[in-house]
């Protein structure tokens, strides 16, 4: 026994339908409800939501830094700066540097060096100096052991360039 419905005229089923869309139509929040909150939930709260779109204040470089030095450079700053050795063990290592020996053939093939190579010589050169004369070893004590080497140092050759 199952209960029929009764049949709608259809008048009625446009008056039903009418007011569905009217309510369908209401629905949902009104416009602009994002920009301006309404007034109850203003006085409600006080505190004010950020912005989560709003990206980093870190402010971003315009023009590319040519001031950094690079691990090739790093590396040969590294070999100039005087370390905590003995004098015999650093004043060997000064001379067999290879960034030394490089420089010290650019020298020799007459090839022009770099402002900042130029000043990593001097600091070598001016420290192998320092070394030999802080073991006490003189030009004179050179001249007498290179008697039969008739060329002047090195040091002395750079040093007139």
């Known amino acids: 026994m199952i209960k029929k419905k009764p049949k709608l005229s259809r008048a009625e089923i446009n008056e039903r339908s009418r007011l569905l869309k009217r309510k369908k139509k209401h629905k949902g929040l009104p416009s602009g409800s994002r920009i301006s909150p309404s007034n109850s939930a203003s006085n409600e709260k006080t505190t004010v939501v950020s912005d989560p779109r709003v990206g980093s204040k870190k402010p971003i470089p315009l023009f590319v830094e040519t001031t950094k030095v690079s691990n090739k450079a790093k590396n040969n700053i590294s070999t100039v700066k005087p370390k905590k050795l003995p004098p015999e063990l650093e004043l060997q290592e000064l001379e067999n540097n290879p960034y030394l020996d490089e420089l010290l053939d650019m020298i020799e093939s ?41 060329s002047e140092d090195i040091v002395s050759l750079l040093r007139k360039r």
Do not use: V
């Open 110 to 150: 007459d090839q022009k060096l770099t402002p900042k190579q130029q000043q990593d010589l001097d600091i070598m050169l001016d420290r192998i100096d320092e070394l030999m004369n802080l073991l006490g070893y003189t030009e004179s004590d050179e001249n007498q052991r290179d008697e039969l080497d008739t």
